[in-house]
């Protein structure tokens, strides 16, 4: 590029210093502008600003306003308030006054009474006094002397009273409990006796037998010695004779019997076995008897533990009465009997159904089957209604609910009908003469018959020393004493006679 000449720079530089001239120039319009416009917007700004404090320099004087004339409003409403509890002080202590005036008046009034009072007991007094030594009797011998003749007037019109009332009540008592227990029993009937002391098991073949027995009689030694039951191998055809007064004993041992004839192989350690193989299977057949006989009932809720105990039970007897039947039986009364007076049916067919579980260990275990049961049924979680209702049934403890006055009267029903128990004729002996005893030690006796099997006693009386209220009495104190001292299934009937005979001789 070739050098520039001195016009050029020249020039050069007079554009230079144009170019910031003009770029100066308009720099300063520019400002100016921005200037203007900035004060056009504050002058706006301010004007706005001006017309907000005006607009809230109204509102607040008119806030003020109404404030001011509210609480003008609430001033006149506290002055009417403050007004109306002046009057209502001013009432109160108005009524305060004229109850204290009432009440002085009313002090004034008992202690007037009072001292009346005194002096009417001071005249009562003096006349009781000058009436004692009148009659030379004191009150209380005279109040007794009065009821004695009184009594001994109207005896006969007492005595009339008290039967005709007692008879209509315990009529129309014993025509509903007559009804109850007459429609459970009929709906309800099944055996009631047990098996005999002894079973049978049925041989396929006559020569088993020999194997039973064993070389020199090994086989049935280990048998009787492992179940603890009599095998009986006689000349009975096809069958084996097992004798226990133990009916578990004999199931087991007549399972085993099964199993080893089944297996063909009978030998002492092959007997060990089967009988322990019986002894859980029986245990699993005693659950399975406890189950349905809930399912029989219809009842559910008690834990396996109880359900294996009521399975036990059909091993039990009771004076040859078949224990788990028996509780069977009565949980249908007891239900029936429920349903008929509005108890829990559900509870008195549980009480009835496990009243003799401690039957099924009390050989086992000391004390009673009631104080076992009762053990037994809170180890396992039973209902404490449940314990309630079967812990009374031998009136061992108090009845405490409906429930079990019907577990019991459900007992003696199933337990005391004809053909329910076995009974020897040396115990019913015995029953009978000591409720002849009984009747017959009371002063004034001269006889007591039992009759009825038991089931009524009538006693003659000396009428010189026993009247017709006397032998009213005396029929509820020989009724309360069976009640108290004997043991009885069902009701006995106490019958007293009393009999005048006037006997004179013409010669």
Do not use: C
Not at 347 to 361: N, R
Request: cysteine-free; glycine content about 6%.
């Amino acid at each position: 590029m070739s050098a520039l000449t001195p016009i050029s720079w020249g020039l050069l530089a007079t554009g230079l210093v144009l170019g910031y001239i003009i770029r100066q120039v308009l720099a300063a319009n520019r400002a100016n502008s921005v200037e203007q416009k900035l004060k056009e917007k504050t002058e706006k700004a301010k004007k706005e600003a001006d017309l907000i404090i005006s607009e809230a320099k109204q509102k607040s004087l008119e806030v003020l306003e109404n404030a001011q004339k509210e609480i003008k409003e609430q001033k006149d409403k506290l002055d009417k308030s403050e007004e109306r509890l002046i009057n209502k002080e001013e009432s109160l202590q108005e009524q305060l006054s004229n109850l204290t005036s009432r009440q002085e008046k009313v002090d004034i009034q008992l202690k007037e009474n009072e001292k009346a009072k005194e002096e009417i007991n001071e005249i009562r007094d003096k006349a009781v006094e000058k009436l004692e030594k009148i009659a030379n009797l004191s009150a209380t011998e005279a109040k007794e002397r009065m009821m004695s003749e009184l009594l001994e007037q109207n005896k006969e019109e007492v005595l009339t009273a008290v039967s005709k009332i007692e008879k209509e009540r315990r009529n129309e008592i014993e025509k509903k409990a007559s009804e109850v227990i007459t429609t459970a029993l009929m709906r309800y009937a099944r055996t009631h006796v047990a098996d005999a002391t002894t079973s049978s098991v049925h041989l396929p073949d006559e020569e088993l037998k020999g194997k039973i027995i064993g070389r020199e009689g090994r086989n049935i030694k280990a048998l009787e010695r492992a179940t603890g039951v009599d095998i009986i191998v006689d000349e009975t055809p096809q069958s084996v004779i097992l004798s226990s007064f133990d009916p578990l004993r004999r199931e087991i041992a007549r399972l085993t019997l099964e199993k080893l004839i089944k297996d063909g192989r009978i030998q002492p350690a092959k007997i060990e076995e089967k009988v322990e193989e019986s002894k859980m299977d029986l245990i699993r057949h005693m659950q399975d008897i406890g189950e349905k006989a809930t399912l029989e009932i219809g009842i559910s809720g008690f834990s396996k533990e109880i359900l294996q105990l009521i399975g036990r039970l059909h091993f039990r007897t009771s004076y040859g009465q078949n224990v788990l039947v028996h509780s069977i039986e009565m949980a249908h009364i007891a239900g029936m009997i429920a349903a008929e007076v509005g108890a829990n049916v559900e509870i008195a067919k549980k009480g009835a159904l496990v009243h003799d579980i401690g039957k099924a260990i009390s050989h086992e275990v000391e004390g009673t089957h009631v104080e076992l049961g009762r053990k037994i049924l809170a180890k396992y979680g039973a209902e404490e209604a449940v314990i309630k209702a079967m812990e009374s049934h031998h009136e061992d403890y108090p009845f405490s609910t409906p429930e079990s006055f019907i577990v019991t009267a459900a007992d003696i029903l199933s337990a005391g009908r004809p053909g329910a128990r076995r009974d020897t004729v040396e115990q019913y002996l015995k029953r009978v003469k000591e409720l002849e005893t009984l009747a017959g030690s009371f002063d004034g006796v001269s006889k007591a018959y039992a009759l009825s099997a038991g089931r009524e006693v009538r006693v003659f009386v000396v009428p010189e020393m026993i009247d017709d209220f006397g032998a009213y009495q005396l029929a509820k104190n020989i009724s309360h004493k069976i009640q108290t001292e004997l043991k009885y299934p069902g009701e006995i009937k106490v019958n007293v006679i009393r009999e005048s005979r006037a006997v004179e001789y013409a010669r």
